[in-house]
């Protein structure tokens, strides 16, 4: 069988033939694979809104649903994101070490709900979370935008009291949390929610902290979620080894390290991670965001970051934007790709979505990434399912038709074009 996905037709039944084409085959069984997803957020909940309760409910049923999309590992904030509707924090008063007044309240509202739609349909949901932000009296200036945080004793006992308040909270509302990442993009300032963390600063508060307070909550510590290293000189300090590679030489951080996240030009580090620490979990945790337009062209170039990944040992891909109102900005002024696109009332699933559902409807969790040998094996991902059935994206980046055989079937691929062979 063949799904194929163009231009102008999405994700439809596509033509063998009896020509024969580019052989393919398969080769070393790699990582096994936890799953697919995308990430919630307060404007994503904004945007299904708009929504009728019929169409809304239609596009989580479609996003969710095993016999849909099927995703299964999600990703949250912890706090404010740069797609919240503004800075917020769970504890926003000074010297408060004990988190006395710490309350997930704010997130009742918008995010929670949304939250819980997902888990509902996805009877095998995992999700991990990470903040963008701690609260403002623990930096050591009271922004949210830039800055670092104020590495005191007092300071660093208060914010893993957080994380762990935070944890017993989500899962007493039914959040099936089981990774937390300390930091959205350590590696960087931004004007949006964030903070800045050098990897020794990481590898501190993970082994003399964070660790030590989650231990016993039922989530497991990932690193990162890592934006580095930068592919040019601008950062000397965001190198691989100056993070995950740093914090692997502390003892009482790696005990507590049971994987690594990445995301944008984390993708670098990737063959240095899987040379370095081939049994330790790596996921992508952020897709590429594009801007805004959701064109055909942005999903050709994710296919080859997907491509990448999983090339490259992660057990997971997270899309970043569920849902967005259509030509709308970030809080912060920019614009982002989305799954849904909302536009005067109504949902339009973008081609990213199909793209994502060319992987995340056929590859099942526990499946195994499998390497593809032949000519063209750089335009495919392939997987075997815990059934022993085969999957294989390919991706077709040329103008004219390409024939490819696998095993005993040829299958055409239309120009331009994604496609799943199972």
């Known amino acids: 069988m063949i799904i194929s996905t163009t231009e102008n037709k999405f994700f439809t039944k596509g033509n063998t033939t009896n020509q024969n084409g580019t052989v393919l085959s398969y080769g070393e069984e790699k990582q096994l694979i936890r799953g697919f997803g995308c990430c919630f957020s307060e404007l994503s909940a904004l945007a299904l809104n708009e929504l009728t309760e019929k169409e809304k409910n239609e596009i989580l049923d479609e996003l969710f649903l095993e016999e849909n999309c099927n995703f299964n590992y999600c990703r949250t904030p912890i706090g404010a994101s740069d797609f919240a509707t503004d800075f917020y924090s769970y504890n926003e008063t000074d010297g408060d070490y004990e988190m006395k007044n710490f309350s997930i309240e704010r997130d009742e509202k918008l995010l929670l709900p949304l939250i819980l739609e997902g888990v509902n349909r996805q009877k095998d949901m995992q999700m991990f979370a990470s903040p963008w932000c701690p609260p403002l009296w623990l930096k050591t200036k009271k922004v949210y935008s830039y800055g670092v945080f104020n590495r005191t004793e007092e300071n660093y006992k208060a914010y893993a009291l957080y994380f762990k308040k935070y944890v017993q909270a989500y899962h007493k509302a039914g959040v099936p949390l089981i990774h937390i990442h300390p ?57 691989y080894c100056h993070y995950l590679g740093l914090a692997m030489q502390n003892e009482k951080a790696r005990k507590y390290i049971k994987g690594v996240g990445y995301q944008w030009a984390g993708k670098f580090a990737l063959p240095q991670t899987r040379d370095d620490y081939p049994n330790l979990e790596l996921i992508q945790t952020e897709s590429e965001c594009g801007d805004g337009q959701n064109t055909y062209e942005r999903m050709m ?44 009332g109504k949902g339009i699933y973008t081609p990213e979505f199909y793209l994502m559902k060319h992987f995340s409807h056929f590859v099942k969790r526990g499946a195994r990434y499998v390497e593809t040998k032949g000519e063209f094996a750089s335009s495919c991902a392939s997987f075997k399912n815990p059934d022993g059935q085969m999957v294989t ?30």
């Open 183 to 239: 930091q959205n993009e350590p590696c960087s300032n931004q004007v949006f929610p964030s903070c800045v963390w050098k990897g020794s600063e990481l590898a501190e508060f993970i082994g003399g902290y964070l660790g030590p307070a989650l231990e016993n909550e039922g989530v497991d510590i990932f690193y990162g979620t890592i934006n580095g290293p930068e592919g040019d000189d601008r950062y000397s300090w965001t190198k």
């Open 301 to 344: 170039e994710v296919f080859g970051l997907m491509r990448h990944y999983f090339r490259f040992g992660a057990s997971a891909y997270v899309y970043w934007n569920l849902a967005l109102k259509h030509g709308q900005p970030s809080t912060w002024g920019w614009h982002q790709n989305s799954l849904i696109s909302v536009k005067d």
């Open 393 to 422: 994206v390919v991706y077709n980046p040329y103008e004219f038709e390409k024939v490819i055989t696998i095993g005993e079937s040829s299958y055409i691929l239309p120009p331009r074009s994604v496609n799943t062979i199972v």
